[in-house]
């Protein structure tokens, strides 16, 4: 016979004492894995990659003429910054939203960076 009592109990504290920032990032983490997303901290220059988080922050970025939306994306463990060239607003990409984004992640100015990725808008949950 297992005693999951003890299971309970430690989830139960560490639910009480811990963070609320980290217990987020827990859960961001935890759901990228869910639906076979890349960790962020995983993620390696080249790699086509799929990738689930939360924007923490979006921007129009207007570099010469060419204007770009940034995004970044958080997953709990890393940030990864989507970037739209040629866009100055995508409906839905804002701050607070969950997103899950596919492309190939690039390095720039030593961030992680997916350049025009896909993305699919997720529902809050």
Not at 8 to 29: F, G, K, N
Not at 79 to 99: K, S, Y
Not at 108 to 114: A, E, M, N, S, T
Request: charged fraction near 30%; glycine fraction near 10%.
């Amino acid at each position: 016979m297992t005693n999951t009592g003890g299971g309970y109990w430690r989830r139960l504290v560490r639910r009480l004492t811990t963070d609320v920032s980290e217990l987020d990032a827990d859960d961001l983490s935890r759901k990228a894995v869910e639906v076979g997303a890349v960790r962020a901290c995983d993620c390696q220059s080249g790699q086509e990659v799929t990738v689930l988080g939360r924007l923490r922050s979006v921007e129009l970025c207007p570099r010469d003429a060419a204007a770009t939306l940034e995004a970044e994306l958080y997953d709990g463990t890393e940030g990864v910054t989507l970037v739209w060239l040629g866009r100055r607003r995508i409906a839905g990409i804002e701050p607070g939203r969950t997103v899950k984004a596919r492309g190939r992640i690039a390095v720039r100015d030593g961030r992680k960076v997916l350049y025009n990725p896909y993305y699919e808008l997720q529902n809050a949950s």
